[in-house]
């Protein structure tokens, strides 16, 4: 019977919050039985930034692009073999997200 070595295999998952008062990052890294592992001294990274998706409402791109900083700092934190391979989820709280673009009137389609 021949045994194959496994290399330690690791995965990450990188989960935005955006909510009213603020979005967040969150970068969880796991093994192969979904283990969590720690992030340097963590179990977890997490980052924060103000103001929230809903200061966006009129301006949707923006909003969009008030994550970018939190997206570097995941970026940071994967490491760059395992970019391609992170689950990477966004979750809007509804409201943070369809409240104010509906008292705008502006709809999500």
């Known amino acids: 019977m021949m045994f194959l070595k ?19 990052v ?8 979904l283990n ?3 992030i340097g001294n963590n179990i977890e990274f997490t980052d924060k930034i103000k103001p929230g998706l809903s200061a966006y409402a ?5 909003g969009a692009k008030s994550l970018i900083p939190l997206l570097e700092e995941a970026e940071s ?4 073999n395992l970019h ?14 369809c409240i104010p673009l509906f008292f ?6």
């Open 84 to 97: 391609s391979k992170t689950l990477l989820k966004l979750g809007v709280s509804f409201s943070s997200f």
């Open 26 to 33: 969150h970068v969880y890294n796991f093994d192969q039985n």
């Open 58 to 62: 009129e301006n949707p791109e923006k």
């Open 6 to 24: 496994q290399e330690n295999l690791t995965s990450y998952a990188v989960i935005f919050d955006a909510g009213s008062t603020g979005s967040r």
């Open 36 to 38: 969590l592992l720690h």
């Open 77 to 80: 934190v994967v490491p760059e």
């Open 104 to 109: 705008t009137g502006h709809y999500y389609k």
